[in-house]
């Protein structure tokens, strides 16, 4: 007995036989006609990376480029940074196009990255630098006018008379060692300011939460603490909350978790250096993808950074720093 073909069945296979021949005609939806652009990051979690990461992928899509991310665990692991990048160029299955690239270190990925500039493939730095002009072009946040800002607010906050703690991030960062060089110049003109502590919690909120704890310990007449990371601001702000020293303790802390908000909310951090995390992702993958395409682009994309404290952190246009969303 012939089966009865149901006509509701046939219209859908009729439909995606249609699709299928329409995307083999189709090269913009051939995924092997696609570019593929690595994507290294200094490490695979926290708000700021999430963010970066965010802001990438929304460009592949828009551009309709594959990414190929990779990040080590940790921030300070340079030397898994470097074997992921050399893993990239080095596969011959799944060729890169382009590398954008968020350095571990100034210094220690120079060779790496002007072994991909001299391979031919265009090299985007996002977020910080790297020692070498053998780059494609650079989209970072300006560090040492972003840790002047920081200096500027804690002035402004705690006062041109006071003792302040510097909770850093890694040692040989380019953009820590920036962001401290631009408070440093702004704490500096004021003979009244004394740093009482310069430490560096290495990507670890439990080590900033430690070294706060301790400098608060030994230190009672500490008045701030500049936390230069998400991760530093974190444990810098428990400490402080737990300790029940929230507003005698002015804290100025960079980028903008949950957390970081909730603690401005609260009073215990006092303003935000923000950087717009989003934008370095994307416009690291756009301009990799204009340079495919034979575009010109510039060396240099600075982004600006901005503070907010609490009275300004409903504002819409801060609401879309501290909030990144996909339109």
Known sequence: MRKKINLADLFIFILIAASIASCAKNPQLD???????????????????????????????????????ASPN???????????INEKLDNKDKKIDALVLAACDFEA??????????????VVIIDSQVDTDKITCNVASDNIDAGRKAGSMLVSIAGKTCN????????????????????????????????VGNQYCYSDTRIAYSITKSLLLQNKNIDAVVALNEVAAEGAAQ??????????IKIIAFDSTVQEINYLEKGIIQALVIQNPFSMGYLGVKYACDVLDGKDV?????????????????????????FPFIK
């Not at 510039?298 to 501290?322: C, R």
């Open 74 to 84: 940790e921030e300070d692991d340079i030397n898994a940074q470097i074997k992921m």
């Open 164 to 195: 302040v703690a510097i909770i850093n991030n890694i040692k040989g960062s380019k953009d820590a060692e920036e962001r401290e060089r631009g408070l440093l110049n702004v704490l500096a003109k004021y003979p009244g300011i004394r740093i």
């Open 239 to 248: 400490a402080v909350d737990e300790m029940k020293l929230g507003g005698r």
């Open 31 to 69: 995924t092997s006609a696609k570019k593929n652009i690595a994507l290294i990051l200094k490490m695979n979690y926290g708000y700021h990376w999430s963010t970066v990461k965010m802001g990438a992928e929304t460009a592949a899509r828009e551009f309709n480029i594959d990414l190929d991310y």
């Open 298 to 322: 510039k060396k240099q994309y600075p982004i600006e950074s901005k503070v907010i404290d609490k009275d300004t952190m409903y504002l819409p246009e801060n609401q879309k720093l501290l």
């Open 109 to 122: 990925l120079v060779k790496t990255v002007e072994r991909a500039y001299d391979m031919g493939i265009p």
